[in-house]
């Protein structure tokens, strides 16, 4: 690495993670899923970890390139075969609240041209066998939080025109470390403020409490439902203990769940989607009574219609997130690829499950409960990218008011 003070930049990343993303004190478990590219930046959470009081740290690694040759060289049923002791394990982390972090660096494209149908089989398989790891992480039971790494092929994608594969890297980290405010003197006071604003804006429209939003833009006319009694959330929650984490560094958004009973319209995105391995770009949804009938897309169209047609619930959105146009990620003009950046450059919506926090009571509800109030149920939660710099939305009141919440892309409030 050539990037100045690159050693000492990463262990801010690291201090930042620890102390201020997922927050580990005195005799928590915390689970580290890596890439392994991102070996040294996973020894130094670790250490870092264990000074903050940790009493057990466990790691576990992803390959792109044994991930793939295992999907080439495995029949359907080996990849959907999910060991009793995978499961067990998972469960034994949940009784011990283990906090968790998944670091991800992983090649947008690592499984292009492999059989989509095997893919998703796998991945429906490894959802519905780890449902409780899954419930528990989307109800707050656990800390959790998704961080990136750079690594090489993903920075390829990012910054082709640089002259080399080092200072494709370097470029990628610089962007990390901008977004997640590593350059501060002191990061953790800096997300300090960051938090203080975003939660200005989700408690005016928790206040309001809109029966509605309008979306209109290019490709977009869509209305979509909001549950009695949601709540907008932005960047911290609470573990179940009443503990603080961050569950994505970076993050610009203030979200809540729609009512998946009521999507009427369209709505196209505004960036590529990584996932499944592949790069999926110019998609349009359609919507009927809450559920999506009908997609298309210019690339990567049949991974899409396989997340949307072979999931349970992935026929309807279980998220609506707010990002305004003018957030620091659009503004660097970048495409990442990667979901975790490209979602805080953009307004964003999520196929699939919504999270039990986002309705009062929520987390102490049943499965059916939160069905019954609107919140979709589902085995995936997959965000697309939708706003731009010519997105309007409306709040819709009960009694049929229209307040402006975007204008152009922009906080209208």
């Given amino acids: 690495m050539t990037l100045e003070n690159f050693d000492q930049l990463l262990q801010k990343y690291a201090d930042v993670i620890i102390h201020k993303g997922i927050q580990v004190s005195n005799d928590d478990y915390l689970l580290i899923n890596a890439d392994i590219e991102q070996a040294p930046l996973v020894r130094l959470l670790a250490q870092t970890a264990y000074a903050a009081g940790a009493k057990k740290v466990k790691v576990t690694w992803a390959d792109d390139i044994i991930t793939r040759i295992g999907y080439e060289n495995q029949s359907v049923e080996t990849l959907t075969d999910i060991p009793q002791y995978t499961i067990d394990e998972s469960k034994d982390w949940i009784e011990k609240r283990a906090k968790r972090i998944a670091l991800r660096s992983s090649n947008p ?90 939660n200005e804006k989700a408690n005016f429209l928790n206040e309001i409490q809109f029966d509605k939003l309008h979306y209109t833009g290019p490709g977009t006319d869509l209305t979509l439902g909001l549950p009695d009694n949601h709540i907008w959330e932005s960047a911290g929650s609470l573990n179940e203990k009443g503990d603080a984490f961050i569950a994505n560094m970076p993050t ?27 790069v999926i770009d110019g998609m349009t949804f359609y919507f009927e009574n809450g559920q999506i009938t009908k997609v298309e897309a210019e690339q990567g169209e049949e991974t899409l219609r396989k997340l949307v047609e072979d999931n349970d619930g992935s026929r309807s959105l279980g998220e609506v997130a707010l990002v305004p146009h003018q957030s620091p990620i659009s503004q660097s003009g970048i495409i990442f690829f990667n979901t975790l950046f490209d979602e805080n450059a953009s307004n964003h919506l999520a196929i699939g499950q919504a999270y039990a926090t986002s309705v009062q009571g929520g987390t102490k509800m049943s499965q059916d409960e939160l069905k019954e109030a609107g919140l979709n149920r589902s085995n995936v939660h997959v965000d697309f990218m939708v706003g731009n710099a010519e997105m309007n939305i409306d709040g819709i009141t009960k009694d049929g008011q229209v307040v402006p919440i975007f204008r152009n892309g922009e906080w209208a409030f």
């Fill in 109 to 198: 494209n690592a499984l292009k041209g492999v059989d989509p149908s095997k893919i998703s089989a796998s991945q429906r398989a490894v959802s519905e066998a780890l449902v409780e790891q899954r419930i528990a992480t989307q109800a707050n039971v656990v800390s959790w939080l998704v961080v990136a790494g750079a690594g090489q092929e993903w920075a390829n994608l990012v910054f082709p025109d640089l002259a080399t594969n080092e200072e494709k890297l370097d470029a990628l980290w610089d962007q990390i470390f901008k977004t997640t405010r590593v350059y501060e003197a002191d990061p953790v006071k800096a997300w300090d403020e960051h938090e203080s604003k975003l």
């Fill in 252 to 278: 610009e958004e203030v979200f809540t769940a729609p009512d998946s009973n009521r999507a009427e319209g369209h709505i196209s995105s505004s960036k590529p989607l990584s996932y499944g391995g592949t």
